[in-house]
């Protein structure tokens, strides 16, 4: 197959299904989006036929977990992320052929065939295992619904199928002291029959693809973990689960259980395919089928095991389909030194981000790639993101743009003027313009996106100097010939700029193709390679438009604003954490007057949990939420919109007061009331219960 792959006929490529469970952040964009993005565009570029796949993730017990804890259904939890997950990819510029959901049906049927095909062809082992049951909820509990303490670290909240401190894969009866999530309870064992894949009759395969077959083409840290999986023995796994929410097991037997989510997610893949090729009247197969297909996975290092050892096992035990060719998974990436985290709300999240920075998204494109981890966990700093921007994109990059655009407007009144005779510097400088669509393909083609964007202003770093050096606004008042061989040559630069910032900056790629007017000219056809093959790039007599600032600077102003909400998001942390605020500097309430104990039992309050918020329109603090008591479902008014957007709160716990008497606010009865209190810096904190294991309607005494 290798053979094929430098020059396929075709191109499919995936990017990891974001799960359904909360928004995407800057680390999914440096991950996975923005780089596969990057390859996908520039495929496109080069005149490649390429499916670019992705799609909502939307199985799994996580997303079963976040229902039953905010009392709503599954369903209403993905339909609300998939929208907001849909947005950010549109908004950032994400050039999806598909973004399908694994909830549709298509999915079901592809995923259900495809298991029913391994199961009749006998690639499963049946086997009926103990496993942990929550008597008091009777059910049994995915490896999500058990937590304990870690065998392998001690870590005391180790998850049943995954330890997130020390990274080993467990198994839920591993854990010592476990607990269950759903109740509380200690489970017991209880039979149940599950279907596996025999992993260990794959490792000869596997070997001899990966260990041996991409040696040498595979990035050094997805290498290393395939081999340490591969060397440390493969194990038969599940691909079924005792679950409400998922595809149901098409087999007999089944009934009750659904797929494993890491069995069906994968084939997503396969289905949005399917779909894409559906509307656009195409055939799917060859894209999945053809030896001279090229597949690239684009994933997080946290999909490693799944994208390389366990899918690549389903499809070859299938039989019928090609393998991916690379897998270009990245590490991390950090905020500000810290891990990215969405329980902590550690993160920038992008819909955030275009309320901050309206119209900049290329701006984080740019940011993210030039900081990318690719060969380690790398951070991002709102520092670097300013210096970035105002050292590169505004200072190299807009500034020469707007040089060239400005005084093409002022000398020549926008039309690209005649060259008289190029100077051995105009030669050399148009030889090295010419180059550049190789160097970059080269560093992209080898998934180096790091480096194909710093190769990217190095081109615009080139026109910087060649102006800098010929110094046109000074010769023009000698000789107006020789300027127009510069602004003539300047103009070339400018538009190779266009051509090849697509992949990277394609708003930015857009707005300079309006100015230069080459979407309306002649030269509408400009791909990728016109830029090393065309003996003029815009030719003489063309006319371009009146130029508008591509990039502007960011303020050390903002970037403080940034750090400052960081800030304040740790101290939030923190004294969540510690149960104690930092009010040593704050000046106390002091104590109201005695109670009695009777006094105190009147007071009704229920452990809750805010299952809708929404501003009430017209005001200014109030916002109408929906409260979960574990009795009822009622409505409380609350003066807490100024400190926090509905977003943040739907799904916490709360304490309510239940037995206060109702009383309307502006309109709406309010029958309660949440418990707050007050941080150090003023920002309202939930006065809200343990987490885990507290249930709905539980007294507070
Ligand atoms: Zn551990």
């Known amino acids: 197959m290798a053979e094929n792959q430098n020059n396929p006929l075709r191109y499919t ?14 680390g ?65 510029g994400i050039t999806f052929d598909n973004y399908s959901r694994t909830s549709r049906e298509i999915h079901h049927k592809t995923a259900g065939d495809f298991f029913k095909k391994l199961y009749e062809q006998g690639n499963f082992i049946e086997e009926t295992t103990a496993q942990l049951y929550d008597d008091e909820a009777k059910q049994f509990l995915a490896d999500r619904f058990v937590v304990g303490t870690c065998p392998k670290c001690g870590h005391e909240e180790a998850y049943g199928d995954q330890c997130e401190n020390c990274g080993s894969t467990l198994n839920a009866t591993d854990l010592i002291n476990p607990k269950s999530t759903v109740s509380g309870s200690v489970p017991i064992t209880k039979e149940t029959k599950h279907w596996f894949l025999p992993l260990d009759r794959y490792e000869d395969f596997l070997k001899e693809w990966i260990l041996v077959g991409h040696k040498s083409d595979w990035k050094p840290n997805v290498y290393g973990q395939c081999k340490s999986w591969i060397d440390g023995g ?34 997503g893949y396969i289905s949005s395919t399917k779909e894409w090729a559906e509307r656009e009247g195409k055939n799917w197969e060859p894209y999945w089928k053809s030896d001279d297909t090229k597949l690239v996975h684009f994933i997080g290092k946290d999909n490693i095991v799944f994208h390389c050892i366990i899918f690549p096992a389903i499809l070859k035990a299938h039989g019928d389909y090609i393998l991916p060719e690379n897998v270009p998974a ?6 500000e030194g810290n891990k990215l985290s969405t329980s902590k709300n550690w993160a920038v999240w992008l819909h955030e981000y275009l309320q901050e920075f309206p119209d900049m998204q290329d701006v984080l494109r740019y940011t993210l790639t030039a900081n990318a ?36 407007n002022k000398y020549y009144e926008g039309v690209v003027p005649s060259p008289a005779e190029f100077s ?36 615009a770093r080139l026109g910087n100097k060649y102006l800098a050096d010929e110094e046109p606004w000074k010769v023009i008042k000698q000789d107006e010939e020789r300027v127009k061989t510069i602004m003539f040559v300047a103009l070339q630069i400018a538009t190779g700029l266009a ?12 707005k300079l193709k309006n100015i230069l007017n080459v979407t309306l000219s002649a030269v509408e056809e400009l791909g990728w390679k016109n830029v090393s093959t065309n003996e003029v790039l815009l030719p003489q007599a063309h006319q371009i438009n009146k130029g508008e600032l591509l990039f502007r600077k960011v303020e050390d102003s903002e970037i403080q604003a940034q750090l400052d909400k960081l800030e304040a998001t740790k101290k939030a942390n923190t004294s969540t954490a510690l149960g104690t605020g930092e009010n040593a500097n704050k000046a106390l309430m002091p104590q109201k007057d005695t109670i009695t104990f009777d006094d105190f039992t009147k007071l009704d309050m229920r452990v809750g949990t805010i299952i809708e918020a929404e501003k009430m329109a017209k005001t200014k603090k109030l916002m109408v939420l929906k409260v979960d008591t574990g009795l009822d479902t009622r409505t409380i008014v609350s003066g ?55 249930g709905n309607g539980e007294g507070i005494s």
């Open 234 to 267: 493969l194990e038969p796994r599940a691909v079924t689960r005792d679950l409400d929410w998922g595809i149901p097991v098409p087999v007999a037997g089944g009934e009750g259980k659904v797929l494993y989510v890491w069995f069906d997610a994968p084939i």
């Open 28 to 92: 999914h964009l440096a991950g996975v989006y923005v780089p596969a993005d990057i390859y996908a565009r520039y495929l496109r570029l080069t005149g490649k036929d390429v499916v670019f796949v992705c799609g909502s993730d939307e199985h799994g017990v996580a997303i079963s977990m976040k229902a039953k804890k905010e009392g709503v259904t599954p369903k209403e939890i993905i339909d609300k992320y998939d929208g907001i997950i849909r947005k950010s990819f549109q908004d950032f």
């Open 640 to 694: 807490i919109a100024e400190s926090f957007t509905s977003e943040e709160i739907i799904g916490k716990k709360v304490t309510v007061l239940i037995n206060l008497a109702p009383r309307a606010l502006r309109g709406v009865d309010s029958e309660g009331m949440i418990l707050m209190t007050e941080s150090a810096d003023g920002k309202l904190v939930f006065v809200n219960p343990d987490e885990d294991g507290v």
């Open 499 to 510: 051509v090849l910032s697509e992949p990277f900056l394609p708003f930015t790629s857009g």
């Open 330 to 335: 990245n590490e991390f990436l950090n905020l």
């Open 373 to 408: 981890p690719e060969t380690k966990d790398n951070d991002f700093t709102w520092k670097d993101f300013q210096s970035r921007n105002n050292n590169e994109l505004v200072a190299i990059l807009g500034n020469f743009i707007n040089r060239v655009v400005v005084l093409t």
């Open 13 to 26: 490529i995936t990017a990891a299904l974001p799960y359904t469970n909360g928004p995407l952040h800057i």
């Open 424 to 459: 051995k510097v105009d030669l050399e400088t148009l030889a090295a313009l010419k180059a550049f669509p190789i160097t970059i393909s080269s560093s992209i083609e080898r998934y180096r996106f790091r480096e194909a964007g710093q190769e990217l202003m190095n081109l």
